[in-house]
C-alpha cells in the first residue's frame, strides 16, 4: 500500500495545511517519507462532527455486528502483512520479534473485545421487577442499561506503535463500548499509524457502519489535541503518554462547559521491594530478572521497573554485585525516537547529579545515535524521603535502589510513594509475614500488585488492572488494558415502565439475548430468565 | 437526646471556634437552640486524619461486621423516635408523613446497602488462572477485586434532611464500599444532623470499629467544605446541591496535587414530553399529576419536573386549561429556608420577566413566611431554542410549558437541553412511533427514562439511576439513588501470581467467600467454583 500522508476523515483522505511531520528513523537518525500535513481545527470539526453523525447508529449496533466489526479489523491489520512490520521498525527502532509479538497482541486484544461485545456482561443489566401490590407505594418497573458515552479521543502512544496507538487498546475498548473513535496520531510513527488508520478505514466499509466510526487525525505541536479533547462532540479521552501531556489534557477535559471524562495513563516507576529471605536464597536469580525487566525494550515502558527498594546488608550487597554485573553486559537499544532519547539522557542526568545518588553500574555505551544505556544508581532511604524528585519517572532502562536501614523505613519509603500501575514483591515462604504487612500499602498506592515476577509484560485478559492512582493515572477507577476497560466508555441508564416495544432488546421481557442479569438484585445463573 | 451543638470527630465531641449556626423556622422565622460553632481547619485536619486512621482496618472488615455496622445505622436512627422527626420538622417545615416517608426511606437504604455489602457482587472478582503450558509464554495467575477508594467527603443536602443527609444515601454507599465519611453538616438542618450523627457514632462504637470511621462537621461559609475537599486524606466527594455549590467543589477537587473524583449531583429541570395521542386522550388526568408531581414537597426535589414540552393544538390548550385549574388550587408550602424561599421567588421573576413566557396560572399566594406559590408560564419553542437562560433550574414548584411548531422543533428542543436526571414520556399506542425516534436523544440527555409517570419519587433499588450528563451531576458514569451508588467508592486492584497465603479471602481459591465470580471470563453459575 503506498502510503499518501493523509489524514483520514471517515471515509475521505484528507490533505492537511499545517506544518508537516516526517518520521525518523532512530536508528539511522535519517527522515522517512512521506511528510504528513498536519490537520487544524477543521479536519478537528469535520472528524468530530462525523462520529457524533455515527454515535447513535453505532452504538445500537448489534452485538454480533460489533463484534465481527472488531474482528474484521483485526484481519484487516494482519493482511498489512510485513510492509506493516518493516514500516514500524524504521519509524521506532523496535526489532522484528516485539513488533511482530506486539502485532499479535493488538489483534488478540481485538478478538478479545469482540468476545467482550457478544457476552453482553459489560450493558451491566439489572431488572427490578414492577411491585404493584406493595404498600404504601407500588413500585415501577425499573431496568437498567449501561450505553456508549459518545464519541471517543484517542492518543496514540509512542511506545506501543501497534497495541498502545491507532487500533491498540483504548480504540479496541471504546469501539467495543459503542462510541466512534476519532484518532490523534502519534507524531513518531505516521506511516504505521496510516497503515492501521487503512486497515480500520477498511473495516468500516466492509461492516457497512457509518464512516464517522473512525476518522485518523495527523498534527505536530498540540493544536489538534487540544481542539479535540475541547470539542463539544467529544464525550471522553484515552491518551497514554507523559505526565505533563496528560495533565495539560486533563485540564482542557476539565475547563469544558461540560467536562468529561479523561483516561490518561501517565507516569509510574514500579517499585520492587526485595524482601529479606528472598534476597538471602535467590538474588543472582533475581538480579537477573531485574535487569531483563529493566532493559526490555530498551526501558521503554510504562511499567518498567525503575525502583528498588530493600534493606541494606550483606544479601543486598549481593543482589547489587550480581546487578551491577548482568548490567555490565547489557547493550544499548535504540530508542523510539530522538527526543526520547534526549529526555532520556536529561532524566539520568538529573538523577546522577542529584547528589543523593551513586552510580552502581551503567550498560555499554551506544555504538549509533539515539541508543539509550542502561543505568543503576543507588540512594539511602533517607536521602529517598527527603527528595521527592528521585521519584521522577526516568522513561529508559535506568533504576534506582534505595537501600533502607529497616523495615520500618520501607514503610514509610512505601507510604511515600506517589501513585503507581504496579507494585512488585520477591519473597520467600519467610518473608510472608513482611508481605502482608506491606500488602495494604500497596494496594493503596497500585493498580497491580505481583509476586516473584517483574511487571513489564502486561497480560490482557479480564483481571488486569494497567491503571492505579494519581499520577499513575488520572482515574484510579479504571484499566486502560485488559476487558474492563470497556467501562470507561459506558454510563447506566435507567428506563421506568417502558412499554416492552420501546425497551432496548437487552433489557426486555424473555431476555432475547441471552445476557446474565440481575433480578431484583439476585443474579440469574441460566440466560432466558424472564425479567 | 440533649442537643449540644457540637462536632462529632470520631468519638469526640468538640465544640467549634467559628461563627454559629443557628438553624431557622422556615415556618415561623424563629431561631432553634443550640446554636452550631462552626469547625475550622483544625477540626477537618483532625476528622481526616482519624478517618485516615481507620482506612485500612475499616476496608477490610468482614462482609458481616459491615452490614451489621449499617443495620446498626438504621436502628439507632429508628430508636430516636418522634425527637428526630419533632427536630427536623421545625427545621425543615417539612410535615410529619413526609418526614416519617424520609426516615423509612433512609433506614431502607441503609439496609439495602446491608444486603449489597453481604452479596459481595461489588467486588467485582475476576479471576484469570495461570496457564504455565501456553506458548510462547506462560500467563500468570491474575485475580482482580475492588477495594474502597479512601476516606470520603459527604456534604448533606438541604432538601432531604434524612436520605440525603447525615446517613443518606452518599454516607451509606460510602460506607458500604469500606471508606470512613466525613460528613460536612448542612447548616439549615444543624439539629437533625447531630442527631443522626450521634446515632452513627453509637453504631460505631457497638460494632467496636475504629472510631475515624465517622466524623461531622459543622461550618458556616464554605471554609470547612473547601478545606475537606482539599484534604489530601480525602479521595472522594458526594455532593448534592445547587450548580454553583457543585461546581466550584469540583474545581476545587481537580486542583488538588492528586485530583480526586467528585460526585456532585446538582441541576436538572427534567422535561416532560407530551405526546400527542396521549395528550388527546388523557389531557386533564396528565394535568393532575403533573401538577401533584410538580408541588409535592413545595417542588424541592432534584426531579422536580420543570419543564413542558408538547405540539402546540388543541390538545395542549385542554392540557394548559387543566393544568391551571389543578395549579390555581394549590396552596403555597413552606420552603425549606429563608434563603431557598428567596432564591425561589428570584428565579421566578427572572423567568417571568424574561420577555419570553407567558404567566398561565399561580398557585394561591403564602400566608406566612416562607411559602412558595406555585407557578406555570408558557413559552414558544423556537424562543426556547433561542435563549438558553429558559433552561435555569428553578428550585421549586414552578414550570415552564414549551409549545412547539410540531415534533421537528420537539426534538431540536430535546436536542437543545443540557444534561437531566430524568426525562419523562407522556404516550399511548399511537404515540409509539414518536417515542422511538425521540428515545435516542433522550438516552443521550438524561440518566432515567419514563413512560407514563412522573420524575419525582426516586425508588431506592438496583436498577435506579439517579444521575445524568452534566450539569445534572459531575459524573454520568454514577448514580448517587441505590445500590450501584457503591462503585463510586471503589476501584480495582490485581493481584499477580500471590500465593493463597497472601490473597484477600475474596479472590482465595476455594470461593472462602462464596462469591459470584468471573473466571476466565465466564460468570460461574454457583459458588464454590474453584478459581
Not at 500535513?37 to 447508529?57: C, Y
Not at 544499548?332 to 530522538?338: F, I, N, Y
Not at 555504538?367 to 539511602?380: D, I, P, R, T
Amino acid at each position: 500500500m503506498r502510503l499518501t500522508g493523509q489524514l483520514l476523515i471517515g471515509k475521505s483522505p484528507v490533505t492537511g495545511s499545517k506544518a508537516v511531520i516526517n518520521a525518523i528513523n532512530p536508528a539511522t537518525g535519517e527522515t522517512l517519507e512521506p511528510g504528513y500535513a498536519g490537520g487544524g481545527t477543521d479536519e478537528v470539526e469535520q472528524a468530530s462532527e462525523l462520529a457524533w453523525a455515527a454515535f447513535d447508529t453505532y452504538r445500537e449496533t448489534a452485538l454480533e455486528v460489533r463484534a465481527s466489526f472488531l474482528e474484521t479489523i483485526a484481519s484487516e491489520i494482519e493482511a498489512l502483512g510485513d510492509e506493516l512490520i518493516q514500516r514500524c521498525m524504521l519509524e521506532t527502532g523496535l526489532p522484528l520479534a516485539r513488533l511482530e509479538g506486539e502485532r499479535g497482541r493488538t489483534c488478540g486484544q481485538l478478538r478479545l473485545f469482540a468476545q467482550v461485545v457478544r457476552s453482553g456482561e459489560w450493558m451491566g443489566v439489572c431488572i427490578d421487577p414492577a411491585q404493584v401490590e406493595r404498600t404504601p407505594m407500588p413500585r415501577s418497573d425499573l431496568r437498567q442499561r449501561h450505553i456508549a458515552l459518545g464519541p471517543v479521543a484517542v492518543f496514540g502512544a509512542s511506545n506501543f506503535p501497534l497495541a498502545f496507538s491507532v487500533a491498540g487498546g483504548d480504540t479496541a475498548s471504546a469501539l467495543a463500548a459503542g462510541c466512534p473513535v476519532v484518532v490523534k496520531a502519534h507524531s513518531a510513527h505516521p506511516g504505521t499509524s496510516e497503515l492501521v488508520g487503512r486497515a480500520i478505514q477498511a473495516a468500516v466499509a466492509k461492516c457497512r457502519l457509518p464512516e464517522g466510526v473512525f476518522s485518523l487525525l495527523f498534527g505536530s505541536g498540540r493544536e489538534v489535541g487540544a481542539a479535540l479533547v475541547a470539542d463539544p462532540r467529544i464525550q471522553a479521552v484515552g491518551f497514554t503518554g507523559s505526565r505533563s501531556g496528560g495533565t495539560a489534557l486533563m485540564k482542557i477535559a476539565q475547563a469544558r462547559p461540560q467536562p468529561i471524562p479523561m483516561y490518561a495513563e501517565m507516569s509510574s516507576i514500579n517499585p520492587v521491594f526485595l524482601l529479606s529471605e528472598a534476597l538471602e536464597a535467590r538474588c543472582t536469580n533475581i538480579a537477573k530478572g531485574f535487569v531483563g525487566s529493566l532493559t526490555m525494550g530498551a526501558g521503554q515502558f510504562c511499567t518498567n521497573p525503575g525502583l528498588v527498594i530493600a534493606v541494606k546488608g550483606t544479601a543486598l550487597d549481593a543482589f547489587l554485585d550480581a546487578t551491577k554485573e548482568a548490567l555490565h553486559d547489557t547493550t544499548a537499544q535504540t530508542m523510539l525516537t530522538p527526543g526520547i532519547h534526549q529526555a532520556y539522557k536529561e532524566s539520568v542526568n538529573n538523577l546522577a547529579t542529584s547528589g543523593k545518588v551513586r552510580e552502581l553500574a551503567r550498560g555499554r555505551a551506544g555504538e549509533s545515535s539515539h541508543q539509550g544505556q542502561a543505568g543503576l544508581y543507588v540512594a539511602a532511604g533517607s536521602d529517598f524521603l527527603a527528595d521527592e524528585t528521585l521519584q521522577a519517572e526516568v522513561f529508559g532502562a535506568t533504576a534506582l535502589v534505595v537501600e533502607c536501614a529497616d523495615m520500618a523505613e520501607v514503610h514509610s519509603i512505601a507510604e511515600a510513594l506517589e501513585g503507581q500501575l504496579t507494585a512488585t514483591l520477591q519473597l520467600d515462604d519467610g518473608d510472608l509475614a513482611s508481605a502482608r504487612a506491606l500488602l495494604p500499602i500497596l494496594e493503596r498506592k497500585a493498580g497491580r500488585i505481583l509476586v516473584n515476577g517483574f511487571p513489564t509484560g502486561v497480560e490482557v485478559c479480564h483481571a488486569m488492572v494497567h491503571g492505579g492512582p494519581f499520577p499513575a493515572t488520572s482515574d484510579s477507577r479504571t484499566t486502560s488494558v485488559g476487558s474492563a476497560a470497556i467501562h470507561r466508555f459506558l454510563r447506566p441508564v435507567c428506563y421506568q415502565d417502558l412499554p416492552d416495544a420501546l425497551l432496548p432488546e437487552a433489557i426486555r421481557d424473555g431476555n432475547p439475548l441471552n445476557l446474565n442479569r440481575l433480578i431484583d438484585g439476585r443474579r440469574q445463573p441460566s440466560p432466558d430468565t424472564r425479567g
